[in-house]
């Protein structure tokens, strides 16, 4: 069985619904992280040395990294869901998106989150966070233009993986000013195992 080792109000959330989508036998090892400081807890470092989540553990094989999760599991399990064709061009926008949501999406939004916490006034950082994030928001919005999900009609790995941003930027209150984003996370929410996965990371929070 799948062992996924999941932190609570971290990325990991992504791969409880994508182990829902392809109906695979799991176990949650849940960790908290410390009221104070917001970081993993040790114990997670006994799975892999970084000690950070998600990271899973299937046939004796440790993977970690989101993207990379993602792309072993369909892999592996997908029997043809949830990825385009190897080979063709919808398969390398894919790999592009599910590289993107960990590359350049995450970065200028973890950094003006960080900035907000810090609250001390910067001579660059905030400037080139607010720009950098603007960007790559507006980036994500364009792609969406008259697409139901990023790559092709149907649900894909990559949908999963940006699924992050897209809970970002409504966390941060920007999601109305977007609104192929808007139209875009109400169509990830009509999925039921998108439900189930909120539900279940919810019992670990």
Known sequence: MIKLHHLN???SKRI???LEELNLDYEIVAYQRNSDTFLAPDELKNIHQLGKSPVIEDEGLIVTESGAITDYLITKYGNGALAPKAGTNEYVDY???LHFAESSAILPLLLKMFVLKDGAKTQFLEGYADAESA????YFNDRLEGKR??????L???DIMMSFIVEIVKNTGQLAHFQNLVRYDEQLQSHEKWHTSQELEAKYD
């Open 16 to 18: 409880i619904w994508l």
């Open 9 to 11: 109000k971290s990325r």
């Open 156 to 158: 894909t790995g990559a």
């Open 149 to 154: 999900y990023l790559v092709g009609d149907t």
């Open 135 to 138: 960007k790559v928001i507006s």
């Open 95 to 97: 790999q592009q998106w």
